[in-house]
């Protein structure tokens, strides 16, 4: 059974050609799909048939017949670790691998499937104008681990985006990145927009469709320079935004990349012993604080490292030049040896 699906197009997406925009919005599997749905004419931009050739603005109105039995979600029986329930929402913990909700290259094993079959969709929020994301209200890369939101009611799920995009909500991360941080903590304020030259990628930029972008981090502890490598720090990258690929695209933006990020390898050592071993991003969102939306009550969490990262710490352990202050008491609270 068809249906029309429509989409907004957002400032980070401006500039794109409509093929590759569709292939991302998760309605089609693929650029070569959105491209014949534009050849058959099942495509309207701003009401009028368009050619997939045809580059988008932001606040374009896109308009797409699907099949629905092609493209529904299916809930599977996928195992989640959450750490806080009630009635309205919950937090989880993903693991690395685990996409957030469906797109072109990962149709089946994401976290909205696995809500799903947990909750069915009278038990989740659907907050997010997509027929394919109940529960979420924001999203985790595939390859970062950690804890995250999700809603169970409407209500609920506005509550949060709202305290989201105030930043009333906590969210803390550690990252492991290349070179040594000279000073034990500062701010990333450079504005994010979409790659000119990689429509895949983001990057810190001054055009017209950039936004505003600010992350903090304390540097927790160093590792000395080895023979491959110019050396490591460990630090806690606070976001005050939340934009796409953030945390990666500023660590490199300042020199800094987050070591074993295949995408943004700029500054970063070409030996790849550098990487020391990790097929993913060093990237774990390790806490998160908030205040409930409805009781009013403190909710803080904190997730430890998974296996894959705490290996990768204690290889460099006999290299650690230095742990600061902070450091000691993130490493305690933990329960990480220092």
Not at 223 to 244: H, I, N, P, Q, W
């Amino acid at each position: 059974m068809a249906r029309a699906v429509s989409h907004v197009v957002t400032p980070d997406e401006a500039g794109m050609r409509l093929d590759v925009l569709l292939g991302t919005m998760g309605e089609v599997r693929s650029r070569s799909q959105g491209a014949k749905a534009c050849d058959e004419g099942r495509v309207l931009v701003n009401g009028s048939a368009a050619s997939k050739r045809c580059v988008v603005d932001a606040r374009d109105v896109i308009i797409m017949e699907v099949d629905d039995e092609a493209r529904a979600l299916a809930p599977e029986p996928i195992e989640l670790d959450v750490r806080f329930e009630d009635d309205d929402l919950l937090v989880l913990s993903k693991p690395a691998g685990m996409i957030t909700h469906p797109s072109p290259d990962h149709v089946t094993g994401t976290l909205a499937s696995a809500l799903l079959h947990r909750y069915g969709w009278e038990g989740l929020c659907n907050v997010q104008g997509e027929e394919d994301r109940p529960g979420i209200v924001h999203r985790l890369d595939g390859d970062t681990s950690g804890l995250m939101l999700a809603a169970k009611t409407d209500e609920a799920g506005y509550a949060l985006m709202d305290a989201i995009a105030t930043k009333s909500v906590d969210r803390r991360y550690l990252a492991l990145v290349h070179g040594a941080i000279s000073v034990d903590s500062g701010m990333v304020d450079a504005p994010i927009e979409r790659s000119r030259s990689d429509r895949q990628k983001m990057a810190v930029g001054d055009g017209a469709s950039a936004r505003d972008a600010i992350t903090t981090f304390k540097v927790l502890a160093r590792f000395e320079v080895g023979s491959k490598d110019g050396g490591y720090a460990l630090v806690e990258c606070k976001l005050y935004t939340g934009r796409t690929h953030q945390i990666r695209v500023h660590m490199q933006y300042i020199k800094h990349p987050i070591v074993g990020d295949a995408t943004y390898t700029a500054n970063a050592p070409k030996h790849p012993s550098a990487s020391l071993g990790l097929t993913r991003q060093f990237l774990h969102s390790y806490r998160i604080g908030f205040e409930h939306p409805f009781t009013g009550a403190s909710v803080e969490l904190v997730d430890g490292l998974p296996d894959d990262l705490a290996c990768v710490l204690a290889s460099l352990r006999e290299r650690t030049s230095d742990i600061t202050d902070y450091g000691r008491e993130v490493f305690q609270l933990m329960g990480m040896e220092a």
